[in-house]
């Protein structure tokens, strides 16, 4: 977000604004204080829902063959261990902004004997250090309302996606029915702070991803950014009345 001239460019942070230059250090911080919990977080914010929502995104990409995916945002292996499970000649680049999120989940690959096709890589999604045209598919999962700059992130995913290589993004977003939308906020901001400070002890880390929820783009508008990265065929699918959504592109 451009300031007046001379001063430094703000972004948000939740609901509070911040210098850009500041919002990656915050983020990180957020995410190392809840990755030992994250995981067991994710089960009892969502009482497992979670998990179908992973399922499906990875069904709608059908995984095959000796492909290359590029998981960012991966950390705990969510995505990843069942992209494994479903292709077993795929490799799996397993990105994050954050060591600890990766930590985690090269622990449960050990514990889970996942040692083959699997790597694990710090990077940020808006400057990866890969070529161009490198991959034959992107996803991403809860990790893309987290960057600072969402469209050098989706630029950077076009780039290193070759021809006829497959976006995808599961991501919360705009719950459609204002009975749902109503229940699900009381939820939200009253609830889960609290959840996170019994389980994670920490409360605020846990207000801030409520509040980057809300601040997400809703799935029309980052549709529309999606095809402005260059994709085409953008379609999205919304998941438990709109409370999240999976978005695909294709680099034609």
Not at 86 to 115: F, K, P, T, W, Y
């Amino acid at each position: 977000m451009t300031q007046e001239s001379g001063l430094p460019p703000e972004t948000h942070f939740g609901f509070t604004q911040v210098p850009e230059a500041d919002k990656v250090r915050l983020v990180r911080q957020v995410f190392e204080s809840v990755a030992p919990s994250y995981d067991l977080m994710n089960d009892l914010m969502s009482a497992g829902v979670h998990r179908l929502w992973k399922n499906t995104m990875v069904d709608w990409l059908d995984p095959r063959g000796a492909i290359t995916v590029l998981d960012m945002a991966g950390g705990t292996g969510d995505i990843a261990f069942r992209i494994h499970d479903r292709a077993r000649e795929a490799r799996i680049l397993v990105a994050d902004i954050n060591a600890a999120m990766l930590d985690q989940g090269r622990s449960r690959a050990v514990d889970q004997a996942r040692l083959d096709r699997l790597s694990w890589t710090c990077m940020n999604a808006e400057t990866l250090p890969l070529p161009d045209r490198s991959v034959d598919a992107y996803t991403i999962a809860f990790g893309i309302r987290n960057v600072t700059h969402i469209d050098r992130a989706l630029a950077e995913a076009f780039r290193v996606l070759k021809p006829g290589g497959r976006f995808l993004c599961l991501e919360f977003s705009k719950v459609h029915n204002a009975a749902l939308a109503s229940v699900y906020d009381a939820y939200s901001f009253h609830l889960l702070p609290r959840i996170g400070e019994w389980v994670a002890k920490d409360a605020e880390s846990y207000r801030y991803l409520v509040e980057s929820i809300r601040r997400f783009p809703d799935q029309e508008t980052f549709a529309g950014m999606i095809r402005d990265a260059g994709f085409g065929q953008v379609k999205y699918r919304d998941l438990t009345g709109g409370i999240a959504a999976i978005h695909s592109g294709w680099r034609v």
